[in-house]
C-alpha cells in the first residue's frame, strides 16, 4: 500500500523543485536510495548533485535504510557561500 | 594573569560563573585562524577580537568590492580595492590591541595549508567556496585539529563543529561524513551567483564565533555530530544528527597527486612603526624601501629610504638586496604590501617586512615633525 510522505528541502534542492517542501507517494518497503531513484526522475536536476544527505527524523540516514509511516525526511545539499 | 585593563575589558565574561577569569585565560592562549575574510568572516572575526583570542590569523585573496558591503561589515566604502586581510586587521587592532594579529593576503592552497593551519588550535572555515571547505577538512582532518564550519546560501544557512575531539577521546564527524563528494562549483551555486541576505551571514557567523568560545572555554555543549540549519524566511531552526564515518581519514584528499607538497611559502609580514623606529636607533642594518611616487617622496621621506615607485619595482629588482631585512613602505601600507607579494611570488624574496600604516604611521607616531598628507 502506497503512503504520502513529506520531505523538506534545502539549499540547491528547493530552487531545483521549485518549493521548499513536496509530498511524495512511496510503496511500502521503499529504502532512502529508491526514494531519491523516484526524486531524481521526477527532477533531473538533482542527479547532478554528486553529494547529498538525506535526514530521517533528524538523523543522517543511509542508503538501505526503510522508510516508514510519518517519518520526516529532508533533503540537505552542501552549501558552498560565505 | 589578566592585567587591571584585561580585567575591565573581559568584565562581563568574569562575571559568568561558568566562564571566570579561567574561561578567559584560555581564550587568551589560543589561537584561531579565519580562512575567509567576507560575509562569515566579518562577524567571526569581529567578536573574536572583541572577547579576546590570544592570536587571530585571516587569510583572504580578495580585495574590498563595493557590493562587498552589504553584508561584511568591517569594511567601509573608502576602502574598496584595499586587501580584505589588510583593512580587516586595521579595523580590528582599534578595537582590541591585546590581541596578536597575523594576515595572509593569498588563497588557501593545498601548498600553503599544512604549514598555516598547524601553527593554529582552531580553523574556522568562512570560505565562499567548495575547494578550500573540502581542503580545510581534508588538512584539518590530516592534522587532528578541530574546524568551526559556516556556509549560506540565500536565506539558510548551515553550521556544524568538524573534527572535533569528545572527552570521552572520541572525535566528531567530519565535513566528508555530510559530504563525501566535492561537488562542483558550477551545480551548487554560490552567494556570488544566486545572492544571500545580507543579515545571513551576520547570523551564521556568530554562531560560529560562539562555537569558537565554547570549544575553546569547554564552557556548554560543543555542536558536535550535529548540523544546525538556520532558515530567517520560516524563523525555523533544526539539528540533523550525524555520525563519524568509520572511513572519516581515508576519504580526504581523494585527488591523484593528494600528497601534501609543503613548500616553504612566506606570507605577508609586517612591522609597526615603532618597531621600526627601535631598530633604526639601534642601529641594526635594515633597508628601507619607498614604493611612493617621487611627488609624494618630495613631500616628506624617510632619511635612509631609497625610493623605487612601484611601477618601477619590476625594473629595479636587482637593486633591492635579499641578504638582510628590507621594509618596504608606502603611504598606508597597500601598495607596499602588493610589492611585497609580487617580489615573494616572482623572485623568491624572504625577507621583506611591511610597514603597518605606512609613513603616515610614522608621521603620526614617531615623527610628528614630518609633514602628513
Redesign the interface.
Known amino acids: 500500500m502506497a503512503h504520502p510522505l513529506t520531505i523538506a528541502l534545502f539549499g540547491i534542492t528547493r530552487d531545483i523543485v521549485g518549493a521548499s517542501s513536496l509530498t511524495l507517494s512511496i510503496e511500502k518497503s521503499t529504502d532512502v536510495d529508491s526514494l531519491l531513484d523516484q526524486l531524481r526522475a521526477q527532477y533531473p536536476r538533482l542527479t547532478e548533485l554528486n553529494s547529498l544527505l538525506v535526514a530521517v527524523n533528524s538523523e543522517y540516514a543511509e542508503g538501505n535504510q526503510l522508510l516508514k509511516k510519518g517519518d520526516e525526511i529532508a533533503l540537505i545539499p552542501p552549501v558552498s557561500g560565505g | 594573569m589578566l592585567s587591571l585593563s584585561e580585567q575591565t575589558r573581559y568584565q562581563k565574561h568574569l562575571l559568568l560563573p561558568q566562564f571566570g577569569a579561567e574561561g578567559q585565560e584560555k581564550l587568551k592562549a589560543a589561537r584561531v585562524l579565519v580562512v ?1 575574510a ?4 566579518c562577524p567571526v572575526l569581529l567578536y573574536l577580537t572583541a572577547a579576546g583570542v590570544g592570536k587571530l590569523g585571516v587569510i583572504d585573496p580578495d580585495t574590498v568590492d563595493l557590493s562587498n558591503l552589504q553584508r561584511q561589515v568591517l569594511y567601509r566604502t573608502d576602502e574598496v580595492g584595499q586587501p580584505k586581510v589588510l583593512m580587516a586587521v586595521t579595523h580590528l587592532k582599534k578595537l582590541n590591541d591585546q590581541v596578536e594579529y597575523a594576515f595572509y593576503h593569498q588563497a588557501l592552497r593545498r601548498e600553503n595549508a599544512t604549514q598555516l593551519i598547524q601553527d593554529y588550535d582552531v580553523v574556522v ?6 575547494t578550500v ?1 573540502y581542503l580545510i577538512n581534508d588538512v584539518c582532518v590530516s592534522l587532528g585539529k578541530p574546524f568551526v564550519y ?4 540565500q536565506f ?3 553550521v556544524s563543529v568538524f573534527n572535533f575531539r569528545n572527552q570521552d577521546g572520541k572525535l566528531g564527524p567530519t565535513y566528508r561524513c ?6 562542483s ?1 558550477l ?5 556570488a551567483e ?1 545572492g ?1 541576505i545580507g543579515v545571513l ?1 551576520g547570523l551564521i557567523g556568530m554562531y560560529q564565533a560562539s562555537e569558537v568560545v565554547k570549544m575553546l572555554t569547554g564552557v556548554g555543549k560543543v555542536l558536535t555530530g550535529e ?1 544546525l ?1 538556520v532558515d530567517v524566511l ?1 524563523n525555523t531552526q ?6 563519524r564515518r568509520p572511513d572519516a581519514e581515508k576519504l580526504i584528499f581523494p585527488e591523484p597527486g593528494a600528497e601534501l607538497v609543503n613548500q616553504d611559502e612566506p606570507s605577508l609580514r609586517s612591522i609597526t612603526v615603532a618597531d621600526l623606529h627601535q631598530k633604526l636607533e639601534a642601529g641594526e642594518d635594515i633597508f628601507v624601501l619607498d614604493v611612493r611616487n617621487l611627488n609624494e617622496y618630495d613631500i616628506c621621506h624617510l632619511p635612509q629610504a631609497v625610493l623605487i615607485p612601484m611601477n618601477t619595482i619590476p625594473n629595479n629588482v636587482k637593486r633591492i638586496p635579499q641578504d638582510r631585512p628590507v621594509v618596504v613602505h608606502c603611504h598606508h601600507g597597500t601598495r607596499s604590501a602588493n610589492v611585497i607579494q609580487y617580489l615573494q611570488q616572482n623572485h623568491g624574496f624572504r625577507n621583506l617586512y611591511n610597514l603597518e600604516g605606512g609613513i603616515d604611521a610614522w608621521a603620526r607616531q614617531v615623527d610628528e615633525t614630518m609633514a602628513a598628507y
Open positions: 575567509g567576507g560575509g562569515l568572516g572555515d568562512c570560505t565562499d567556496n567548495f571547505r559556516g556556509a549560506i546560501h539558510e544557512g548551515q555530510l559530504f563525501p563528494q566535492q561537488p562549483d551545480t551548487v551555486p554560490n552567494c544566486v544571500v551571514p548540523l540549519l520560516e533544526q539539528k540533523v544528527r550525524v555520525k
